[in-house]
Each structure stands twice: as structure tokens, then as C-alpha cells.
């Protein structure tokens, strides 16, 4: 199975954009429709930055260890330090908390957005190639060990407190989506290392984002058909 991933990945890297843009796509449709509901825009936001990152693992597969690829590649951590936040308004949102909370959690969003783009700025970053993909990966000799420890942190504990609301509304409302989309990022993100092949921990993770971007379109898709 493993080496059946391996042999595909330069074609999944081109599945998965389609997917992103797809459903990029669909969730703009879906703000459009009623602008006054917010969670679409922020879910298009973060599958814009999923999308973006897929894109560049994608043109890996052609543009080699270049100085074109390192270039484009620094704006992957940027987009993923100032977009994974949103999560934390997005449960907010979906849990309908009153206005003070809201404000709240949106001064914070900011605060966390500006420091992962910062983060995200900083990083070295070396090339690394597997399975046919060249990536540009933090270089953790030469980076600040703040920003890879903030990066690693805006991945994880937003996911964990998309799970926890989720659960939540779940016990609530009887909606689900919501943890399913954390459940599915987190699952897939610990694959690696617990299977010890970290080498596949950037493939592994992004079919849970796939999930993921699954579970938000769902989720939105209902919230407005209830609306």
C-alpha cells in the first residue's frame, strides 16, 4: 500500500488541486448566496491556502530543486500560519456565542494570524525529494526555533479545538461535520509518526485535509439550507 502511494504521488499531488478548487469554488458559491453567514469565507479561505499548498507540492514534479520553487514555496507557510486561525472564529461562529465572546476570539484570531504570517516569513527552507515530488521543507538547523515551534502549534491546537466544538454542536444540534473534519486532519497527521514513515507524514496529511475541506462544505451546506 505504501509503495502503491509513493508511485502515485505526483498524481494525487494534481487530484488534490482539482479537488481544492472545486470546493474552493463551491464555498464561495455558497457565501455568495447569503453574505451575512461568514463560516463559507473563512472555510474558502483556508482551502485557498490548502489549494495553494497542493499546487506548489504539484509543480515539485516538474520544477526540481529551483530557485523558482524555493520562491514560491515560502508563501505555503505564510498562508498556512495566517489561515489555520480562522478555525478558532469558525467554531465561534458555528456554536452561535454571544457577541463578546465573538469579539473576543476575533482579537485573538488576529493576534495568532499576524504571528503565524510572521512565522512563516522567517523559515529556512531546504529541498527534499521523495516519491518524484521535490518540496521545500523548514530547514530546522537555520530557522527560528519559535517560528517552527508556532507553525507546529497554530497546525495542531486549532484542530484540537475544531474537534472539541464540534463535539459540542454534535451533542447539541446533532451536527457532526465539524468533528469529523478535525477527527480526519488529526487522524491522518499522526499516521506518519506512528507508523515511523515520516517521509510520507506531507501526503498522509493532506488526505485528512482533504477530508476535511469535505466536512467544512458539508457543514456549510447545511447551515445555510437550515437558515
Not at 502503491?4 to 457565501?31: D, H, N, Q, R, S
Not at 453574505?35 to 491556502?49: E, Q, V, Y
Not at 512565522?119 to 529556512?124: D, H, I, L, N, T
Amino acid at each position: 500500500m505504501i509503495n502503491l502511494l509513493v508511485a502515485a504521488a505526483p498524481v494525487l499531488l494534481w487530484l488534490m488541486v482539482g479537488f481544492y478548487t472545486v470546493f474552493f469554488i463551491a464555498l464561495l458559491k455558497l457565501f455568495q448566496k447569503n453574505t451575512s453567514h461568514k463560516i463559507p469565507l473563512m472555510m474558502a479561505a483556508i482551502t485557498f491556502g490548502l489549494l495553494y499548498d497542493a499546487f506548489i507540492l504539484a509543480l515539485g514534479t516538474f520544477l526540481g530543486d529551483s530557485p523558482l520553487l524555493k520562491t514560491l514555496s515560502y508563501p505555503r507557510y505564510i498562508l498556512h500560519g495566517c489561515l489555520i486561525p480562522l478555525m478558532l472564529v469558525i467554531c465561534v461562529e458555528a456554536l452561535e456565542a454571544n457577541k463578546t465572546i465573538v469579539r473576543a476570539v476575533g482579537v485573538i484570531t488576529a493576534v495568532l494570524m499576524i504571528a503565524g504570517a510572521v512565522a512563516g516569513c522567517k523559515v529556512s527552507l531546504k529541498a527534499l525529494d521523495f516519491a518524484g515530488v521535490t518540496r521545500f521543507v523548514t530547514d530546522n538547523d537555520k530557522s527560528p526555533k519559535w517560528a517552527g515551534m508556532l507553525l507546529n502549534l497554530l497546525s495542531i491546537v486549532p484542530t484540537l479545538i475544531l474537534i472539541v466544538c464540534g463535539i459540542v454542536l454534535w451533542k447539541k444540534k446533532g451536527k457532526k461535520e465539524l468533528t469529523l473534519s478535525g477527527l480526519l486532519m488529526f487522524v491522518f497527521s499522526a499516521i506518519a509518526p506512528a507508523t515511523g514513515a515520516m517521509e510520507m507524514n506531507f501526503l498522509f496529511s493532506m488526505f485528512g485535509e482533504v477530508g476535511m475541506v469535505l466536512y467544512f462544505w458539508l457543514f456549510a451546506k447545511k447551515e445555510q439550507i437550515e437558515e
